[in-house]
């Protein structure tokens, strides 16, 4: 720690300095054609990500919850960001591909599991999530409490 990153041709660089447990699968549409397949990423807080040369990156907003950076100069992909109200709000989920050294960060949940491609399995024994699912854990942790 702390684990460095960038995109394919280096313009876009990154530092996080949080801890790295685990990683998770996306198998949502949205990921699958951002990613060009599985999105593998890690989770840290708004302020466990600094971007060391930030001119390169472009940001999209892809759903009313969440926005996409990439490298405009290679097009990889960096992190999704989430904007949805509620405790994840700012969170990264970086691109665990983005890593220098993503060694010992195991896989532990996959995301969208309902609409996973029949052409792939991931094995191991870990969480599991439908999307209807991951919704419903969106809304829980916006709604207001009382």
Known sequence: ???????????????VAT????????HCEMCRKWSGGIALA?????????????DT??????SEWGERSFCTACGSG????????????????????????????P????LFIDIKP?????EGDHQRITGEEFFAMIEAASAPKD
């Open 107 to 110: 896989l532990t949940g996959e």
């Open 19 to 26: 801890p790295i447990a685990e990683t998770y699968a996306c």
């Open 78 to 105: 960096l992190y999704f960001r989430m904007i949805a109200p509620g405790p994840q709000h700012g969170t990264y989920y970086v691109n665990l591909g983005a890593l220098d050294d993503p060694s010992g960060i």
């Open 1 to 15: 720690m702390p684990h460095t990153g960038s995109c394919l041709c280096g313009a876009a660089k990154f530092t």
């Open 118 to 122: 029949d052409g792939y399995a991931l």
């Open 42 to 54: 890690f989770e840290t807080p708004p302020d466990g990500l600094t971007i060391d040369a930030g």
């Open 57 to 62: 990156i472009k940001t999209y907003a892809s």
